[in-house]
T-cell receptor, first 117, second 114 residues
Framework: GDSVTQTEGQVTVSESKSLIINCTYS????????LFWYVRYPGEGLQLLLK?????QKGSSRGFEATYNKETTSFHLQKASVQESDSAVYYC??????????????FGKGTKLSVKS | NAGVIQTPRHKVTGKGQEATLWCEPI?????VFWYRQTIVQGLEFLTY????????DSGMPKERFSAQMPNQSHSTLKIQSTQPQDSAVYLC????????????FGPGTRLTVL
């Protein structure tokens, strides 16, 4: 089956410092999966941050970037300079597109980012 | 656009009782998904519908759990004879195209089984 492993627990970063949240995936599918980062801000629902559906491509949104690396099966989330408003829980997710009817997402356990001023 | 609506937001049941959770997807979205979130297991897929038809229920516990989508405007997740281990946040999501995977999540229903 599919699995996603990401930096677990809580990460604390000072404002204006850089951030990286690691994500690696495993799939038994012969097709390369679609990869996503979702985010849950305090008091809000889970929402899509960025997605990449082509291996080797980079996705970006709100200053965050993630590159789909099929060799290392990784999709790390990075930001050069975090802000207090980035404090949230971040989830890496995989979508297996090998099956014609299988659209479910497999999520990592989530990483809580706290940005201190 | 109100987004995905889930009701109730919180539900407390006694062990052995039935719980029904409701989801109203975004209008025009053809796919509806149910997930369950716990601290131990994280976010787990339960089941999904496309154009109201059940497509994949591989994540549903085989006993006591059932899901339906009687019309395009709502879906229900029913848990019979609830157990303490069913306590979780149940998330509903909808998508305009299931193959695109861009899912829009509701706020969730927190189920507590005493």
């Amino acid at each position: 089956g599919d699995s996603v492993t990401q930096t677990e627990g809580q990460v604390t970063v000072s404002e204006s410092k850089s951030l990286i949240i690691n994500c690696t995936y495993s799939t038994t599918s012969i097709a390369y999966p679609n990869l996503f980062w979702y985010v849950r801000y305090p008091g809000e629902g889970l929402q899509l941050l960025l997605k990449v559906i082509t291996a080797g491509q980079k996705g970006s949104s709100r200053g965050f970037e993630a590159t789909y690396n099929k060799e290392t099966t990784s999709f790390h989330l990075q930001k050069a300079s975090v802000q207090e408003s980035d404090s949230a829980v971040y989830y890496c997710a995989l979508g297996d597109r090998s099956g014609g009817s299988n659209a479910k997402l497999t999520f990592g356990k989530g990483t809580k980012l706290s940005v201190k001023s | 656009n109100a987004g995905v609506i889930q009701t109730p937001r919180h539900k407390v049941t006694g062990k052995g009782q039935e719980a029904t959770l409701w989801c109203e997807p975004i209008s025009g979205h053809s796919a509806v998904f149910w997930y369950r979130q716990t601290i131990v297991q994280g976010l787990e897929f339960l089941t999904y519908f496309r154009n109201q038809a059940p497509i994949d229920d591989s994540g549903m516990p085989k006993e006591r759990f059932s899901a339906q989508m009687p019309n395009q405007s709502h879906s229900t997740l029913k848990i019979q004879s609830t157990q303490p281990q069913d306590s979780a946040v149940y998330l509903c999501a909808s998508s305009p195209r299931d193959w695109d995977y861009e899912q829009y999540f509701g706020p969730g229903t927190r189920l507590t089984v005493l």
